[in-house]
């Protein structure tokens, strides 16, 4: 709800001002804990967007009663109007992957976002925070099996004149760790945080990236014979 509210044109008032006669009245600390977090992580100008009401004399709008599920529906039902602009705005900057892989929604509107920030603390906070960096290890093979287990297309086959390698795209990165956890060399490492050189494109994640096709496919052959006997034992 804070992080969508970023997305509201103008502030979301809340009257609090009956919470401290309530049993959960812990929320309200709570409430500005997570908009202080928010606003520290990615300099999301929330703290402007949500106005939180908790003295009486302080309300300038309409006394209008809402239950806590109407109150959700009603925010869904605005921010959802905000975001589906905002993504209809922007189509042509999609950041699609290739073949059948899909990138969650989430995602895509959070690259969205970053696209439209100016570069700075803003962008640096929300990849540090939201964004993740695949390494694979010496002990990579260029088998390429996570790159099939990848659901977002992260993962793609260096093919050229020099060799064959692993490529990652943060941007399409979930941090899911199938990829680490598929990889039967152990050789994947998924942690917090770009550390590229630019978000949006593909970049060499392993050093065998100069391996030739031979080698290569030794290493898919030695998956592929593993995966059989692995069948055949269970
Ligand atoms: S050895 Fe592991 S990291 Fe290397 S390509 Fe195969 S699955 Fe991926
Ligand atoms: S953690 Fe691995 S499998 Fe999951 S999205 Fe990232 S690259 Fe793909």
Redesign the pocket.
């Known amino acids: 709800m804070i992080s969508s509210a970023g997305f509201l044109e103008t502030p979301l008032y809340l009257n609090l001002t009956a919470c401290p006669q309530c049993e959960n009245s812990f929320v309200v600390e709570k409430l500005k804990e997570r908009i202080e977090k928010a606003r520290a992580k990615a300099s999301l100008d929330v703290l402007a967007k949500i106005v939180l009401v908790e003295k009486k004399g302080d309300l300038v709008f309409e006394d209008i009663s809402y239950d806590r599920r109407r109150f959700f529906q009603a925010l869904k039902t605005m921010t959802s109007a905000q975001v589906a602009a905002f993504l209809d705005e922007n189509t042509a900057q999609t950041n699609t992957p290739y073949s059948a892989k899909k990138l969650p929604l989430k995602r895509e509107l959070l690259n969205k976002l970053i696209k439209r920030m100016p570069s700075g603390n803003g962008v640096i906070g929300i990849l540090e925070n939201y964004a993740?960096t695949?390494k694979a290890g010496s002990s990579c093979t260029n088998c390429f099996a996570?790159v099939g287990?990848?659901?977002?297309g992260?993962?793609k086959i260096k093919k050229d004149t020099e060799g064959i390698g692993l490529l990652?795209n943060s941007s399409?990165?979930?941090?899911?760790?199938?990829?680490?956890d598929f990889c039967r060399m152990e050789a994947?490492t998924?942690a917090k945080g770009f550390r590229g050189t630019d978000y949006f494109e593909y970049e060499i994640c392993n050093p065998c990236s100069s391996q030739s096709h031979e080698q290569a496919s030794r290493g898919a052959g030695a998956v592929i014979e593993e995966m059989v006997c692995r069948g055949r034992r269970e």
């Open positions: 993740f695949i996570c287990m990848c659901p977002t992260a993962l990652f399409l990165c979930t941090g899911c760790a199938l990829c680490r994947v998924v």
